[in-house]
C-alpha cells in the first residue's frame, strides 16, 4: 500500500523556523510534493522535490531524501498567516497520481 | 473562468438519491482530479481524467461512484443511491498536463442525511 506519515501538530511563535516532517511508503515514487490548506480553505502547492536535496522558494524550502524515504517542509520567519494545515504528497505510482499524507496543523502563536 | 470552480458548493440529500457534483476546471488544463476530504484529513486520490480520458479510477470506492468527462473539459462525478458515509468534501482539481502542480477548486460539501 501507499502511506505518507507526518506529525498531526506543530506549534511556533512567529519569526521562528519551523521543520514540518514526512515520511513516506509509495511504488512508483517519483518526487514530493507539499500543500497548504487554511482552514475552510482549498489546498495549494507550495512545492515540488523530483530530486533529492533542498529547493528554496522564499521563506519556503523542501527537502527529499530518496534514501531515507524522507522529506520535510521547512518555513521560515514565522508569521501568523502560515497557521494552516500543511500536507506532504508523494507523485508517481503507474499513473502519475498524487496521493495526500495526514496532515500538520501549524499553530503560529504571536 | 480564472479558477476552478464546483458546483452546487452544498448538497444535502435523502440517503438513497443520486447526486452529480460538477467540475469546471481552469481553461486550457488537459488534465482533472476528483477527491474526497473528511474533515481533518488529507485529500483522498478518487480519479483523474487526461482530456476526455479517464486514466485512473482506482480511487473510487465503490461501483455506485462514476465520473466522466465527455468533451475534455466540464466533468462530473456521480453518487448513485447516496449512503450516509458518502458525507464528506469533494474537491476538484486542474493541471495544464499531469503535474504535481494541482489547482484545487473550493469544493462542495455533501451531507447524506
Known amino acids: 500500500g501507499q502511506s505518507l506519515e507526518q506529525p498531526s501538530e506543530v506549534t511556533a511563535v512567529e519569526g521562528a523556523i519551523v521543520q514540518i516532517n514526512c515520511t513516506y511508503q509509495?511504488?512508483?515514487?517519483?518526487?514530493l510534493s507539499w500543500y497548504q490548506q487554511h482552514d475552510g480553505g482549498a489546498p495549494t502547492f507550495l512545492s515540488y522535490n523530483g530530486l533529492d536535496g533542498l529547493e528554496e522558494t522564499g521563506r519556503f524550502s523542501s527537502f527529499l531524501s530518496r534514501s531515507d524515504s524522507y522529506g520535510y517542509l521547512l518555513l521560515q520567519e514565522l508569521q501568523m498567516k502560515d497557521s494552516a494545515s500543511y500536507f506532504c504528497?508523494?507523485?508517481?505510482?503507474?499513473?502519475?497520481?498524487?496521493?495526500f499524507g495526514t496532515g500538520t496543523l501549524l499553530a503560529v502563536q504571536p | 473562468g480564472a479558477g476552478v470552480s464546483q458546483s452546487p458548493r452544498y448538497k444535502v440529500t435523502k440517503r438513497g438519491q443520486d447526486v452529480a457534483l460538477r467540475c469546471d476546471p481552469i481553461?486550457?488544463?488537459?488534465?482533472l482530479y476528483w477527491y474526497r476530504q473528511a474533515l481533518g484529513q488529507g485529500p483522498e486520490f478518487l480519479t483523474y481524467f487526461n482530456y476526455e480520458a479517464q486514466q485512473d479510477k482506482s480511487g473510487l470506492p465503490n461501483d455506485r461512484f462514476s465520473a466522466e468527462r465527455p468533451e475534455g473539459s466540464i466533468s462530473t462525478l456521480t453518487i448513485q443511491r447516496t449512503e450516509q458515509r458518502d458525507s464528506a468534501m469533494y474537491r476538484c482539481?486542474?493541471?495544464?498536463?499531469?503535474?504535481?502542480?494541482?489547482?484545487f477548486g473550493p469544493g462542495t460539501r455533501l451531507t447524506v442525511t
Open positions: 504528497a508523494a507523485y508517481g505510482g503507474a499513473t502519475n497520481k498524487l496521493i
Open positions: 482539481a486542474s493541471s495544464l498536463r499531469v503535474s504535481t502542480e494541482q489547482y
Open positions: 481553461s486550457g488544463h488537459v488534465s
Open positions: 509509495t511504488s512508483g515514487f517519483y518526487g
